[in-house]
């Protein structure tokens, strides 16, 4: 099993920045494609960006691009989402999952593991 779990949520005012972390456990990190997933109240769990094992690869949906940055230190097991410019929009409970390692999946169904999450609230 590979465990995640999630950090550096909280509560920030638009145009503001965070970083999250995903720090893995339990198995070889370098051998996952990782992506970050958010869930808004009373929506559906929705893709942000995903990374291929080495890096190379990344992915984001359009509404972040320009402002949001996935990357991964293998050495350190842990996988990040660098906020820019958060907007009030992108309130929501923020996941990391762990799934193939040569594809820049975007749907929930290609990943196999999953962190608790960590909120992220952006006032207005």
């Known amino acids: 099993q590979l465990q995640l779990v999630e950090s550096g949520g909280g509560l920030v005012q638009a145009g503001g920045s965070l970083r999250l972390s995903c720090a893995a456990s339990?198995?070889?990190?370098?051998?996952?494609?990782m992506g970050w997933f958010r869930q808004a109240p009373g929506k559906e769990r929705e893709f942000v960006a995903a990374?291929?094992?080495?890096?190379?690869?990344?992915h984001y949906t359009d509404s972040v691009k320009g402002r949001f940055t996935i990357s991964r230190d293998n050495a350190k097991n842990t996988v990040y989402l660098q906020m820019n410019s958060l907007k009030p929009e992108d309130t929501a409970v923020y996941y990391c999952?762990?799934?193939?390692?040569?594809?820049?999946?975007?749907?929930?169904?290609?990943?196999?593991?999953w962190g608790q999450g960590t909120q992220v609230t952006v006032s207005s």
């Open positions: 999952s762990a799934g193939d390692p040569y594809a820049i999946a975007t749907h929930e169904r290609d990943y196999d593991y």
């Open positions: 339990g198995r070889i990190f370098s051998s996952y494609g």
């Open positions: 990374i291929r094992w080495s890096g190379g690869s990344i």
